[in-house]
Each structure stands twice: as C-alpha cells, then as structure tokens.
C-alpha cells in the first residue's frame, strides 16, 4: 500500500513570491506523479506530472523536481499570482490497477 | 478535451435512504474511480472499476456499493444513506492502456466537479 505525506498543510505566500509544496512517498512506483489544483466547489484539476526517470519537469511557472533516491518530490509556483489560490494535491502511484494514492492536500493563499 | 460528469452538484438526501450518484466519462477510458473528500482527510478512494461489470473495493468501501453495466458510465450508491456518508463525492477516470511507448501516463486520473452530498 503507498503512503504519501504532503507538507505544508497550508501556506501563505505574497504575489511574485515562490511557492513551495513538498511530498515524499513511501513504495518505488514506476508510473507518473502527477500534481493536482483545486479550487473551491470544482473538482481537482490536473496540473502537471512527471515520470520517475527525470529529475525536474517544467511548465510555466510551475516545475516539479523529482528525488528518486530520497522518494521526494515538489512543486514549486514561481511569480505565485492571486489566481493561484487553490488546494495542491500531490500523487503517487498506488500499486496495482493504475491507482493514485494522494496527499492530503495543501492550501495556498497568495496575497495581493 | 477530457470530460468527466457528474450528475449532481448538490444533494440532500433523509437518513435512511437509497442514494444514487452517476458518473458519466466521454473519453473512453477503462478505469473509473468514487472518492469522497472531507477537510483534513484528503481524497479516499471508496471503489475502483477497470471494465466494465469489474469492481474493487478500495480504502473505505463499507456502506457503499457501485454499478458499471457500461464503459463510460459508473454509480455509486448508497444502500442506505447515514449522517456520516454527508461529503463531498468525486468521480474520475483513466486511461489504462494509454498511448504508445513506455512511458504512457496511463495512471493520470481527470476528476468531475463533485457531487456534494448531505445526509440529514
């Protein structure tokens, strides 16, 4: 069974500043981690996600590094923007059947 | 673009009830997922379904059941509904073979909006 524990619970963060969100999982998987963005009253949205066989993956102002050998990985938010505001859901892959286990989530505030 | 549908936004249902909830996914994927989502918890996977007929009971299955008699379409319901089933309800699906290559991300799972369900 794959763990995932999700640091911080929540952050605040002021505009152009950089957001960090941590995750470190437990069993060696070899399918993607995917990061996950959501905002009150939606469904969690995909964001961006990465392989275990690269070290970082970069989207716009939002890049994952990876840490294979420490099982850690995270997302960082450049130039965080108030639209930012949203709970962060990291995932693991959870074994067999192509199941996710998540993090419990992080909520991010980004102040004007 | 990835759609998933849930059938309901809000609910509000008397304790003691049958509770249906469906989940409707465009994007001819195999697996289908339930969720619930309560603060502090994060997302508990309640059933799994990778074809169709085919179920799994996930991590918090008891008071649940659910139903997959076509590919894109998976309920969730509850038997009989008590105060503590009142969440928010997530469906989501994946891809399981994905596309071609290795490194496929057939385990990416696309979410619905969520069904918001109270049981009072």
């Known amino acids: 069974q794959q763990q995932v524990k999700q640091s911080p619970q929540s952050l605040i963060v002021q505009k152009g500043g950089i957001s960090i969100i941590n995750c470190a999982y437990e069993?060696?998987?070899?399918?993607?981690f995917p990061w996950y963005q959501q905002f009150p009253g939606k469904g969690p949205a995909l964001l961006i996600a990465?392989?275990?066989?690269?070290s970082e993956k970069k989207e716009g102002r939002f890049t994952i590094s990876f840490n294979k050998s420490a099982k850690q990985f995270s997302l960082h938010i450049m130039d965080s923007q108030p639209g930012d505001s949203a709970t962060y859901f990291c995932?693991?892959?959870?074994?067999?059947?192509?199941?996710?286990?998540f993090g419990k989530g992080t909520l991010l505030t980004v102040n004007p | 673009d990835v759609k998933v549908t849930q059938s309901s936004r809000y609910l509000v249902k008397r304790t003691g009830e049958k509770v249906f909830l469906e989940c409707v996914q465009d994007?001819?994927?195999?697996?289908m997922f339930w969720y619930r989502q309560d603060p502090g918890l994060g997302l508990r996977l309640i059933y799994f379904?990778?074809?169709?007929?085919?179920?799994e009971k996930g991590d918090i299955p008891e008071g649940y059941s659910v139903s997959r008699e076509k590919k894109e379409r998976f309920s969730l319901i509850l038997e009989s509904a008590s105060t503590n089933q009142t969440s928010m309800y997530l469906c989501?699906?994946?891809?399981?073979?994905?596309?071609?290559?290795?490194?496929?991300?057939?385990?990416?799972?696309?979410f619905g909006a969520g069904t918001r369900l109270s049981v009072l």
């Open positions: 989501a699906s994946s891809n399981q073979l994905g596309t071609s290559g290795n490194w496929a991300p057939k385990n990416i799972q696309y």
């Open positions: 069993n060696t998987a070899f399918d993607y």
């Open positions: 990465i392989r275990p066989d690269v």
């Open positions: 995932a693991a892959p959870g074994g067999s059947n192509y199941k996710l286990t």
């Open positions: 994007m001819d994927h195999e697996n």
């Open positions: 379904s990778y074809d169709v007929k085919m179920k």
